[in-house]
């Protein structure tokens, strides 16, 4: 299992530079930015700090969209960054909420998501493209290959990701619930003609490590009103009954949501949340409890823990993750298919430094 690490783009750029180190001596090999550009501060300025920053690691956005961007413009940014960081960029990709909701516009279409995907990853990678009628290349781009992840839930969705992806976002680390998602995209995959074990998969969710178990609620009882905001659009598109009452139930008690306090500890957004939910979608409690979260996702088919790092304390929970979690998890091995089971420059560089 490799271990990432998302930044929520509201610290000082020193502290930006800060945890990236700390998060590549502590064994991380990805690193990643929330985009929502109205919320927090503009994430390509950061990912270019944190490439002369780092060495090693893998770094992007989880997620962007093609709405907010237009895709040319996020593939421009991507091949430059690629040169500054010796090749090292990924695209998280999703169809929108809240850089596109602040702004009073709905998530983008599937079709459009999928149309990006191609445009991007052919441009980053030195392929020609056609958009609308116009032939265009990047003369300048090293060319190097653009691994994409896409966030998805939906059964629509998932197959989507299975035709384009290399990789899925889940935001979850409920094992069970991973398990169902895997077997779905799996089952995509066969029908699209594709190995499903072509596509990794990332569970992405905040971890606190705290002997006390509500002090660690009361740190990540935001993320599960977060991910309502996707569960609510599944409930309005398809039949309860096509989704795992475990995913769809908590949301019943929902009243709204405010997201000038998207992804805040404290936030009255998650007053619904109830502690069963914040257990099985968040890694908390002491070491021993993360260590066998994380085997049961590793089992579950995880390729990727993404570590939302937004919780407070993150250096010290970088310390402890580098020292105790990640020597005991970066060699779990993976379950390829679930679903069977469970029916830059050395002067720049130099500067930044």
């Keep these: ?44 300025p950061l990912l270019t700090v944190m ?106 969705a998932l197959r989507s990701t299975a035709r384009v992806a290399d990789g899925i976002v889940l935001q979850l680390a409920d094992p069970d619930l991973i398990r169902w998602f895997v077997s779905q995209l799996h089952e995509a995959c066969r029908e699209e003609g594709r190995d499903p074990s072509e596509i990794r998969v990332m569970a992405a969710a905040p971890a606190h490590v705290n002997e006390d178990i509500a002090a660690c609620r ?31 139930g908590y949301v019943r008690e929902r009243e709204g949501y405010d997201y000038k306090h998207h992804a805040e500890v404290g936030s009255a957004n998650a007053g619904f949340v109830e502690d069963e939910v914040v257990d099985r979608f968040c890694v908390i409690g002491p070491v021993e409890a993360h260590i066998a979260k994380l085997r049961e996702l590793a089992d579950a088919g995880v390729d990727q823990f993404n570590l939302y790092l937004m919780n407070g304390e993150e250096e010290q929970q970088l310390e402890i993750y580098g020292r105790e979690v990640v020597p005991q998890l970066s060699g779990a091995a993976v379950t390829r298919d679930p679903g069977a089971r469970a029916g830059s420059s050395d002067l720049l560089a130099g500067e930044a430094r």
């Design 218 to 248: 009361d740190r990540v009882r935001w993320f599960p009103a977060l991910v309502s905001n996707h569960v609510v659009d599944l409930v309005t598109k398809y039949p309860r009954e096509q989704l795992p009452e475990s995913l769809t």
């Design 51 to 156: 490439a002369l920053n780092s060495d090693r690691l893998r770094l992007g956005t989880c997620v962007t969209n093609p709405g907010t961007r237009e895709p040319t413009v996020t593939a421009s940014a991507l091949a430059t960054l690629n040169e500054i960081s010796g090749g090292r960029m990924e695209l998280g990709i999703g169809r929108g909420d809240s850089a596109r909701r602040v702004e009073g516009k709905p998530p983008m279409t599937l079709a459009h998501l999928e149309e990006a995907v191609h445009l991007i990853r052919d441009l980053v990678e030195g392929r020609s493209v056609e958009q609308e009628g116009t032939q265009l290349h990047f003369d300048w781009t090293r060319a190097d290959r653009l691994p994409v992840w896409v966030a998805a839930y939906g059964p629509k």
């Design 1 to 44: 299992m490799d271990f990432g690490f998302t930044l929520k783009p509201d610290h000082p750029i020193e502290r930006v530079i800060e945890l990236t180190r700390r998060a590549e001596a502590a064994g991380f090999t990805h690193g990643w930015l929330f985009d929502s550009h109205v919320l927090w501060k503009e994430p390509y």
